[in-house]
């Protein structure tokens, strides 16, 4: 990415990219300021009908829902609001019946829409009842965390997670529409800024050195909330999703580079008990450096770039191991936990390596003891805990 490029995504005028896949499923990510505001002038083009459920969290609900409802109802929008409880534990089944039947309780039909606002557990919960509803109805994503602007508002995964593993219970069902107000980022404790900030660095490792050079002398700036580089931190990793999500729509191929990192980091979070003492940014961060160390294990990869992947994250506040959270002694039941990611295929874990930084590639053929060899040395790390963190 030059610096052309990355020095234009600082404009004041919205962004607009396009997810370009069949016809019926193509969409918009919309990334700017005071987009909820205008929330009903982005929504009357690709919705048919004029009746939306918003889903949020106790947490946005509180800070953003007033703006929202009063958008809509100037926009001639009928609208229900459901509001759930924060945190990773409310995506599970007892939630997702909870939500279905609110939504039928509201009479949701198939002409109306559901609005997904908040961050990734709600647009992962609320995305995967709409696409359930009625065999299927519309949803607009209207992320309010960094991580889920960058990422889990885009590219139609829905799911929830079981005792097994994280999201191993979804659909794809692609948004109608992706709003993300930057201006909302203001409202997020620092911690969970830094932890989609993970998901950021994710990008410039995959296939952008560019990115990832840039990051290097802006994570900062995008970590304290300078508007100008979050917007081009946004902008830049939709545009990256976007261009392998159109290639890749279902994961059967170059779309599990987005994986980076993710094995291990999903693995993690069922160790810690998808709670606030691993945030699944924190948890990314730890997995990206894993995923480093064991290339640079199997000689495949410069021990100089691992160690820039550490030092960058560590320089904005990452974890880069999980030690402190889910202890010295768990990597045998990590691989176990890895065993039930939803790319095993014939019994063989998928894991996204690298031959540097911005050179990624998924092998399924990875020798077991080097992976467990290279967790135990992740382990015995044990950085000071993230948890409590402002």
Known sequence: MSAQTLAAEAGGAPARLRIDLVPERSYDIVVGEGLIADAATYLRPVLTGRRVAVVSDE?????????LRRALEAGGFEHHEIIVPPGEPTKDFAALERLIDDLLDARIERSDAVIAFGGGVVGDLAGFAASILRRGVAVVQMPTTLLGQVDSAVGGKTGINTRHGKNLVGTFHQPRLVLADIGVLDTLPRRHVVAGYAEVVKY????????????EANGDAVCAG????????????CRA?????????????????????HTFAHAFEVEAGYGDRLLHGEAVAAGLVLAFELSARLRLCPAADVE??????????????PGAVVGEDAAGRLLDHMAQDKKVRDGQIAFVL?????????DRNVDRAAVLAALDDSLARRPASTENQS
């Open 241 to 261: 999703k976007a261009r392998i999500v159109a290639a890749d729509e279902r994961e059967s191929g170059s779309r599990a580079l987005l994986n980076l990192g």
């Open 204 to 215: 410039g490792l995959i296939d952008d050195p560019e990115f990832f050079a840039w990051l």
């Open 59 to 67: 947490t946005v609900a509180a800070l953003h829902l007033p703006a």
């Open 308 to 321: 820039r992947v550490r030092r960058h994250l560590t320089a904005v506040g990452l974890p880069t191991s």
């Open 226 to 237: 300078d508007r100008a580089a979050q917007r081009r931190a946004v902008v830049a990793s």
């Open 354 to 362: 690298t031959r540097g930084i911005g050179k990624a590639y998924v």
